[in-house]
């Protein structure tokens, strides 16, 4: 077929799977490859788990939709594990993860309305990438993603991602108006970026201070890509508010917006809502894959092999003119390179059979499924040690 239909927001490899099972997938050709990237931290679980197969196809036979206007039984389930799993209290389900970051502004700005602020403000950080809605690229950075679309909301102060002293000073120049903060707890776009130890708890801390509320978006680092359910939860703390998508339906499209305490208790009927958020079909397939990683044990796998793969990944790649750093926490892991590869997605691709994702223009990002084994763990650092040294031949 041709692409000449579609808008040209992405610009595709040449390369198109038909299949897929665990950590593989097949391309038209019946090539494998061992899949790095997992959609985009999606398939957790890996690709056709036939748990999420049959919880998809049962389902389907018995019903997608309701709406809201009704009951949703495995709503109510998934949110009842969700909020077991997190300490948060309740759950607004969405479609995606962009939703579910407007969701979590629109509790910032409810927040701020109860508490008499006029124009509430929300901190963002530096770098940050929150979706692609006119509000969620408002609280993202970065001109390649917000080029053209001047105009948007501004109700966001950026501060450098780990700089706590830069919180003290947005207090100083914006006092009372601040409601929020609104961060990753490790950065995946601009290239997996770490907070500096302790910063996290010392911004809870801040928070609790100044009665601002902590909004964690875990869309990319929830749902075990970091060893733990939710990477806040290597730091022993809890936000008011925290965003999840991606992982949680391993590929069927879902997004959650959790919430805790007073935070919880801003929306009434009427103050938000969704079609699909929530239906039967998108919330089983959630208590599917919740289900799967719990009895496969695979938090303490990616923790296991992320630990692995991390220093795998110094040993060979350390000392390398090409390689400037290699960072992560569990299976998400970034090298960052000195320069730009060309085509690196495609070489590793075409000449080693691994999927990998380039994000920033230099920094390749593995963000693999949770059931990553040993061999596959060395046939990563293969294909990338050879993908990055033979571009420099
Ligand atoms: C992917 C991502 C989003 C946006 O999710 P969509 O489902 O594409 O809208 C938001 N925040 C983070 C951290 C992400 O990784």
Not at 20 to 38: I, K, P
Not at 322 to 339: C, D, H, K, P, S
Not at 379 to 388: E, L
């Amino acid at each position: 077929m041709t692409a000449a239909c579609l808008m040209t927001t992405y610009q595709p490899l040449a390369l198109s799977f038909t299949k897929g099972l665990g950590t593989r997938l097949w391309d038209q050709a019946g090539r494998e490859y061992l899949d790095a990237v997992a959609g985009v931290a999606v398939t957790n679980v890996g690709h056709s788990h036939p748990r999420v197969v049959s919880a998809i196809s049962e389902q389907a036979g018995l019903l997608l939709h309701t709406s809201n206007l009704y009951s949703i039984d495995w709503q109510q389930r998934l949110a009842h594990k969700l909020t077991q799993l997190s300490g948060l209290d309740r759950v607004f389900f969405n479609n995606s993860g962009a939703e579910a970051n407007e969701t979590a502004l629109k509790l910032a700005r409810l927040y701020g309305w109860h508490k008499g602020v006029e124009q509430p403000l929300v901190v963002v950080m530096e770098n940050a990438f929150h979706g692609r809605t006119l509000g969620t690229l408002s609280a993202s950075d970065g001109p390649a993603v917000r080029l053209g679309f001047q105009g948007l909301p501004g109700d966001f102060i950026k501060v450098p991602f780990g700089d706590l002293a830069a919180l003290d000073k947005a207090h100083q120049a914006y006092g009372q108006r601040i409601v929020a903060v609104l961060m990753e707890p490790i950065q995946g776009e601009s290239g997996v970026q770490l907070a500096p130890p302790g910063y996290l708890k010392a911004l809870r801390e801040l928070c609790n201070r100044r009665n601002w509320l902590l909004m964690l978006d875990e869309i990319q680092t929830g749902i075990g890509r970091t060893g733990q359910w939710f990477a806040f939860q290597h730091e022993g703390i809890v936000p008011d508010v925290m965003t999840l998508a991606k992982g949680l339906g391993n590929g069927v499209p879902i997004g959650a917006c959790l919430a805790r305490g007073k935070a919880a208790e801003l929306f009434t009927p009427g103050s938000h809502g969704s079609t699909f958020g929530g239906n039967p079909l998108a919330c089983r397939v959630g208590c599917t894959v919740l289900d799967i990683i719990e009895e496969q044990g695979l938090l303490e796998n990616a923790k296991r092999q992320g630990e692995r793969l991390l220093a795998r990944l110094h040993a060979e790649l350390d000392g390398e003119p090409q390689v400037l750093a290699i960072r992560g926490q569990g299976l998400m892991i970034g090298i960052e390179l000195a320069q730009p590869i060309r085509d690196l997605t495609l070489i590793a691709a075409r000449d080693h059979g691994l999927l990998i994702n380039v994000t920033r223009g230099k920094t390749i990002r593995l963000l693999p499924p949770l059931t990553l084994d040993e061999r596959e763990v060395e046939m990563i650092v293969r294909g990338v040690v050879r993908a990055v040294r033979g571009a420099e031949g």
